[in-house]
């Protein structure tokens, strides 16, 4: 997987995490509220600027925690809601989220 399809997929993945959490949590139809729309454009342009991309895994999986402390907690609120239920929302899209994972943390580990 090139870095940019690596970037985007994980911009796509948090997003549909955010919408999802935002939907459920704040009674949004079809556009985010003012507080996870400004989370998506953080997270994504913190995504943009991921000097790492090319050897990590997916952010969630990231051990260099780049985000300030304040959107660092409001994203973990975002993942710890969202993670489980996306196996029912996008279940393809999270099945091959943690295929993809897997697959990473086995190869990364191989290196060490």
Request: charged share 35%; net charge positive.
């Amino acid at each position: 997987m090139n870095i940019q399809s690596k970037r985007e997929k994980e911009k796509l993945i948090v997003g549909e995490m955010i919408k999802l959490y935002c939907r459920k949590n704040h009674g949004t139809k079809n556009e985010l509220c003012k507080d996870c729309q400004q989370l998506k454009d953080y997270a994504e342009m913190r995504s943009d600027k991921c000097p790492f991309m090319e050897t990590k895994t997916f952010c969630s999986n990231c051990k260099v925690h780049c985000y300030k402390a304040e959107m660092r907690e409001k994203i973990r609120q975002v993942m710890r809601f969202s993670g489980p239920r996306m196996i029912f929302h996008h279940p393809v899209m999270a099945i091959n989220h943690l295929i993809q994972s897997k697959k990473e943390k086995r190869k990364l580990e191989a290196e060490r």
